[in-house]
């Protein structure tokens, strides 16, 4: 299968997220004192890529952005490796 299509196929299935899981309140969040890595996906219909990158910017995290939807860590697998043994080798 192409990765056009590795991408397509979950992108064409995603639905929006529901928002009371933006808003809903927790205790103090980790990315205030943990170093923070993300992956934004520009296709991703669930979180908009715009508000990935506004939470990325102030978690202050190394952030990637690629061209996949939702499920990055399925359509482009190694991008996201790539980040996560980024972080790895941060953080060691």
Do not use: C, Y
């Not at 980790?30 to 520009?42: D, Q």
């Not at 669930?46 to 990325?56: D, E, R, W």
Request: glycine content about 2%; proline content about 7%.
């Amino acid at each position: 299968m192409s990765a056009a299509r590795r991408r397509a196929v979950p992108a064409s299935r995603q639905r929006p997220l529901a928002f009371n899981a933006l808003v809903e309140e927790s205790k103090e969040p980790a990315w205030l004192t943990i170093p923070s890595w993300s992956v934004v996906g520009k296709q991703d219909a669930v979180i908009p890529a715009a508000q990935q990158v506004a939470m990325s910017r102030r978690a202050k995290a190394h952030t990637i952005e690629i061209n996949a939807p939702h499920l990055s860590m399925v359509t482009d697998a190694g991008a996201v490796t790539n980040q996560i043994e980024a972080a790895a080798k941060a953080t060691d």
